[in-house]
Structures are given as structure tokens and as C-alpha cells.
């Protein structure tokens, strides 16, 4: 079944992407969520149109997008966390933690565009994370996770 995406769906494409899935996941989950529309012949001229419009904004955006990942160059974040025995913490940090303390820097971005490596995170030291501006735009941050002072 072809589907044209019309929002960004995990691991399987952006807005406005032609894709390929299975008839039940495209009958039963993505056109009845509004995530997608079957791709008719008259469908697929719209989005041509569209995507030729698109190209020329399209720059605009991807450079503000770079602006916004260029402020992450020298920047260090900290978060504090309360910790318990050892380096183990009271709960967890997540990527919402993360856009919370990048957010406090300058850097807005919305949390479900950050991936932290592993998951997660249990214990104090120093992470990576995946953060996504735009699809072209992606850049890499390392972080801290501190013990809070007692």
C-alpha cells in the first residue's frame, strides 16, 4: 500500500515522504490517525506541487535550524540529579530533563527530537544524545549528570 506521510512517523519517514507499508499498519493505524493518506494519482500531483514550493523555504529553515544546533558548540550542561548509594540516582534522567536544562541555555528544542544514548539514565556521569533540528540538521551533545549537593 502507498501512503503519503502527512506528520513524521518513527522508523518510517518524514512529512510528505511517499512510502511503502503493509495493508492492516496503513488501513489500521496510519490513515485512520490522520498520519497518512493513500497516494492517488491526484494525490501524488499535489504533493509534487507541494515539494517544489517547499524547496525554496525549505532553505530558510535548514539554516535556522544550523543556527539553532551552532549554539551547542562549547556549550556544557549539567544536570543535577538526587542520588542515592554510590553514583545511582533517585529516579531517572530522560530527554525531557535534558530539553528542560537546554532550554534553560537558549537552545529550544522539543523533547520528543532528543535521543539519549541508552535510554534512560540510572546513573551520574557523563551521556550522549542525538538532537534532531531538522531532518537534514542533526547534531551530537555530551552532557553531564551530577550528584546534587547535600
Known sequence: MEL????DVENLGFTDDLVTVKNGYGRNFLIPNGH???ATPS???VLAETLKQRGYK???IIEDAQK???????????????????DKLFGSVSNANLAEALEKEGV????????VAGGTIKRTGKYDAKLRFHREVVSD????????AK
Open 58 to 60: 525549505e532553505k530558510k
Open 141 to 148: 551533545f555530551s552532557f553531564d549528570v551530577v550528584a546534587e
Open 68 to 86: 539553532e544546533a551552532d549554539k551547542l558548540n562549547g556549550l556544557e550542561v549539567k544536570i543535577t540529579a538526587k542520588t542515592g548509594e554510590g
Open 108 to 115: 529550544t528544542l522539543d523533547k520528543k527530537f532528543i535521543t
Open 36 to 38: 497518512a493518506v493513500l
Open 43 to 45: 494525490a501524488k500531483k
Open 4 to 7: 503519503i506521510l502527512k506528520n
